[in-house]
């Protein structure tokens, strides 16, 4: 006798370990998963699941980060960044849906909060895939300016699939309200450059999440100096060592 | 969906557990037994039978192996434990729910010996022991 | 009504499903016997077997058992994927702040082996995707990659700055 394909067990739906299964859906079937999030279809479930596994996500990446530095670091780290993530949304969710109602959208704040959190579950699995690469570097590096840029890189990336991701859905589900529909495509362009802002800003209001080697722990840095003229900094500081060396 | 299609469709996870009971199936026997025991009564959508194996399995409900037999190879599907008291909680809530309705329509119009159209003679069956 | 085969049925079904290819193939291959076996019966009956195989595909309602089959085994196939990406993660954090000491030295063999924790995660990470979640392969993985997790820390010094 052949045993089937294995079976999940009721454990799984014990732990809550089904949430993490949302992100199936998103990747192989978005049209229709959008779709549903039009139709209002069990949105509530969509959102709780959306959010547990993104938290999840970001908290073990988070986790990777701060294990660059110290144990304290680590554990604030896996708490900031998923606090980074839903803070920039509480931000930009107000925003996005007035400015498409405004012109025409007639979603509600539940779906367009779901169509962003459908964003932050690709981009917080797109980390999770990013983990063991940070990882991997972790132990093998030991230049800090280096790895930091190697994590601006990798939250880019994954940042702007999340919002790629987030595009399409807006235009499928946007696909049936042809009045304002150009409007509306140029407010969620605008947005989106509004919420790469508000998310880098925020990352570095927050800060630190990597920690300054033989610097001692802080949970928040003094604010000043912003996201943008750090990464520069850090690029120059690492080609400088480069050439340098 | 019709009233009657609703109600047969809530029935499908009891039925399947009931006839898995007597020995392992696979889906197209599964679907001549429920008919054929039924004469025809609960004429299962067929495309629908295999979500909801596949989901009892996942459940834990149903497990599942490949058999050959005959030259032919077949799913057949088998209840757990766990689904053996998912049955028993299910038997006990259908009864639990025809014993209340028939109470209820009893004591309403519908009832048994009444002339209106529906009511008839109702005995609720015996628990089994 | 045009000529059909089973593999036109089973493609039609197959274009609603967005699974693994694992699964997506297990899957065909169930209904494809339930479809051979109504067309087996007819032909017993003196059927026609291509209307037969007509009547079957349409009481198997494609749309809809297409739909539901992906909305049944959707959610699960992530957890692997995912488990094989958190797992090693996890059990490297988790190796570096609680078993090893806090400059990131990896001390000896026999020290490692013999602190609880150590032992405990070592049981947990076969355990936990074994039995609980019944991904066999995964914990297998997941074994492995402790113990090589477990090797990097204690044989490469160089690591131990970490």
Same mark, same amino acid.
């Given at each position: 006798m052949e045993n089937s394909v294995s079976e999940p067990s009721k454990a799984i739906r014990q732990f809550? @370990?089904?949430?993490?299964?949302?992100?199936?859906?998103?990747?192989? +079937?978005?049209?229709?998963?959008?779709?549903?999030?039009?139709?209002?279809?069990?949105?509530?479930?969509? =959102?709780?699941?959306?959010?547990?596994? !993104?938290?999840?996500? @970001?908290?073990?990446?988070?986790?990777? =980060?701060?294990?660059?530095?110290?144990?304290?670091?680590?554990?604030?780290?896996?708490?900031?960044?998923?606090?980074?993530?839903?803070?920039?949304?509480?931000?930009?969710?107000?925003?996005?849906? @007035? @400015?498409?109602?405004?012109?025409?959208? +007639?979603?509600?704040?539940?779906?367009?909060?779901?169509?962003?959190?459908?964003?932050? !579950?690709?981009?917080?699995?797109?980390?999770?895939?990013?983990?063991?690469?940070t990882l991997f570097f972790l132990l093998t590096t030991s230049q800090y300016q280096f790895f930091k840029l190697l994590n601006v890189a990798i939250f880019a990336i994954s940042g702007l699939m999340g919002i790629v991701f987030l595009y399409q859905g807006m235009k499928v589900m946007s696909g049936s309200e042809k009045e304002g529909a150009t409007t509306r495509k140029w407010v969620l362009i605008f947005w989106m450059f509004v919420y790469a802002f508000v998310g880098s800003q925020m990352a570095w209001t927050i800060r630190p999440f990597i920690g300054a080697p033989g610097s001692p722990f802080e949970l928040f840095r003094q604010l000043g100096g912003n996201f943008y003229g750090d990464v520069l900094r850090s690029l120059g500081e690492f080609l400088g060592y480069l050439i340098v060396r | 969906?019709?009233?009657?299609?609703?109600?047969?469709?809530?029935?499908?996870?009891?039925l399947i557990l009931s006839l898995l009971m007597k020995r392992p199936m696979y889906g197209y026997e599964i679907i001549q037994q429920i008919e054929r025991q039924s004469g025809g009564y609960f004429d299962m959508k067929e495309g629908l039978l295999y979500p909801a194996l596949h989901r009892m399995q996942q459940n834990g409900w149903l497990s599942s192996d490949w058999r050959s037999v005959d030259g032919r190879r077949r799913k057949y599907y088998a209840v757990t434990k766990l689904g053996e008291e998912v049955l028993g909680e299910q038997a006990a809530e259908w009864r639990t729910f025809l014993d209340q309705l028939y109470a209820l329509l009893g004591a309403n119009e519908y009832g048994p010996n009444n002339d209106r159209p529906g009511a008839g003679e109702y005995q609720p069956a015996p628990a089994p022991e | 009504m045009d000529p059909i085969t089973i593999d036109q049925v089973l493609e039609n079904i197959s274009r609603r499903l967005?699974?693994?290819? %694992? &699964?997506? &193939?297990?899957?065909?291959? %169930?209904? $494809? &016997?339930?479809?051979?076996?109504?067309?087996?019966?007819?032909? $017993? $009956?003196?059927?026609?077997?291509?209307?037969?195989l007509q009547q079957a595909a349409a009481e198997f309602g494609i749309e809809e058992a297409g739909d539901e089959l992906q909305n049944v085994h959707a959610n699960w196939e992530a957890l692997g994927p995912i488990g094989l990406t958190a797992l090693p993660v996890l059990f490297a954090l988790i190796l570096r702040w609680l078993v090893f000491a806090p400059d990131g030295s990896a001390a000896n063999w026999l020290q490692v082996l013999d602190q609880p924790v150590f032992l405990t995660l070592a049981i947990a990470a076969m355990i936990i995707p074994a039995y609980l979640l019944h991904l066999r392969r995964l914990a297998l993985v997941g074994w492995g990659v402790f113990w090589l997790l477990t090797i990097i820390f204690v044989v490469f010094p160089s690591i131990n700055h970490w």
């Open positions: 809550g @370990f089904q949430d993490f299964g949302i992100i199936e859906k998103i990747l192989r +079937n978005r049209k229709d998963f959008f779709h549903e999030i039009h139709e209002g279809i069990e949105l509530p479930t969509k =959102m709780r699941a959306m959010f547990i596994s !993104s938290v999840c996500f @970001f908290a073990l990446y988070g986790a990777v =980060m701060g294990s660059s530095h110290s144990l304290w670091q680590t554990l604030s780290s896996a708490v900031k960044l998923p606090i980074l993530f839903m803070a920039t949304l509480i931000v930009c969710v107000p925003s996005l849906y @007035f @400015f498409s109602l405004l012109f025409g959208s +007639n979603q509600s704040l539940g779906q367009s909060l779901a169509v962003i959190l459908t964003a932050f !579950s690709v981009t917080s699995v797109l980390l999770l895939s990013g983990a063991p690469i | 969906m019709s009233q009657l299609d609703q109600m047969r469709k809530g029935s499908t996870d009891f | 967005h699974l693994s290819k %694992e &699964t997506e &193939t297990e899957v065909l291959a %169930e209904i $494809r &016997t339930h479809l051979e076996d109504a067309v087996a019966d007819a032909a $017993r $009956r003196g059927e026609d077997e291509q209307a037969a």
